[in-house]
């Protein structure tokens, strides 16, 4: 992903008004990121804590962003659940269902799509850790498994994006 700015973070949101835009949180470390790391820029508003922000590039290297709503209650942290995007699995508790409003008309009649997601948002470094089932190989093969597990969450976020995009 490449290095973007805030302005061209709140214009690459496509399911929300310019005035919700305007009024996001930017994340703190955004002039610190690796951006060459980075899958997916996501995070959540400080300023409302349902709210959060997912930022990605299509597949024509368009930067897309989408906002999103945090479910208002947890799951049991005694489960597993597993995030659809990045597919870890993780405490039920630091998963949790997100939705996205619909965009035009679809949006404005209060469609929404959802899916369940890490619940801080930071699938890109996820994907990033070595899988444990490729733990025990050597460094080429574990660095194949990282590669699908990106491209897996390449296609899973466009897919997404696709449903909310749908007219």
Not at 112 to 118: A, E, L, M
């Amino acid at each position: 992903m490449h290095a973007l700015t805030e302005a061209a973070i709140r214009r690459s949101l496509v399911n929300c008004s310019r005035s919700e835009a305007a009024a996001l949180t930017p994340p703190r470390d955004l002039d610190e990121l690796d951006w060459a790391s980075l899958e997916v820029l996501g995070w959540r508003d400080p300023k409302a804590e349902l709210r959060g922000y997912l930022v990605h590039e299509d597949a024509d290297g368009a930067v897309v962003g989408l906002a999103l709503r945090a479910a208002d209650t947890r799951m049991s942290s005694r489960r597993s659940a597993m995030c659809l995007l990045c597919q870890t699995v993780r405490s039920a508790a630091e998963v949790s269902l997100f939705t996205a409003r619909r965009t035009g008309e679809a949006g404005r009649n209060g469609n929404t799509v959802g899916t369940y997601i890490c619940a801080d948002l930071d699938c890109a470094h996820q994907v990033r850790a070595v899988p444990p089932s490729a733990q025990h190989l050597d460094e080429e093969l574990q660095a194949l498994a990282v590669q699908e597990q990106v491209a897996g969450l390449h296609r899973r976020l466009r897919a997404f994006t696709a449903d909310v995009t749908r007219r």
